[in-house]
């Protein structure tokens, strides 16, 4: 953990789970407002991606890991699918209290849940923060019942070079300034800016995602790329 006495901590890219629990219980007071101010709103519309994405019936039991403070359960369920909010962080679920949607408090590399338990399964802007992404994978692999459905919604690489630049700049300069603002860890945000620049691109998350044990990977490009929504099926 790196720690600043006016503005908090943030973990390191080294991802220990206890520092990023650490951290995301610092920024769970203004996580929601903090999130639609530096995307511009844009995570608005990509919780409605991921549900479409997902093709929700109101007989799936659905999985939110990494929900935080159930913002995106709300979305997800609004398709009538019966959907279980699960994080790490207990600061957050705390935050999202007014969400009335089951909550769990779960580590997403040893899921409290039986196999074959879900439909579907989705996380969100969570799997970057997994010091094992492989497990964590391998972990939504196994509580997803044979053909069921994975989204994966994840910063990603913007697709044209010139706004990669600007982008990036905008990541190492600009986010931790806004987040200054608005944020209750600003701090935090530069750890979110680091790890964003050394997440793999959208073909290399794919192939991870196809060594896990999941069929049919695509993925679908979101504002240009500065997010993209990872599908496949548990084989």
Partial sequence: MTPNADHGSRASLEKDPSEVAEMFDGVAKRYDLTNTVLSFAQDRRWRKATRRALALRPSDVVLDLAA????????LASSGASVIAADFSLGMLRA??????????????????????????????GLRNLNDVDRGLAE??????????????????????????????????????????????????????????AWPDQAGLAEQIGRAGFEHVAWQNLSGGIAAIHTGFAS
Avoid: W
């Fill in 68 to 75: 935080g403070t159930a913002v995106s359960t709300l979305e």
């Fill in 96 to 125: 999202g209290v007014s969400r009335l949607v089951p909550k769990v408090a779960a580590d997403a590399l040893n899921l409290p849940f039986a196999d074959d338990s879900f439909d579907a399964a989705t996380i969100s802007f």
């Fill in 140 to 197: 939504l692999r196994r509580v997803l019942k044979p053909g069921g459905r994975l989204a994966i919604c994840e910063f990603s690489t913007p697709t044209v070079a010139p706004f990669r630049t600007v982008y990036m700049e905008y990541l190492m300069k600009a986010l931790p300034a806004v987040a200054t603002r608005v944020a209750s860890n600003p701090v935090a945000y530069v750890y979110l800016a680091e790890s964003i620049r």
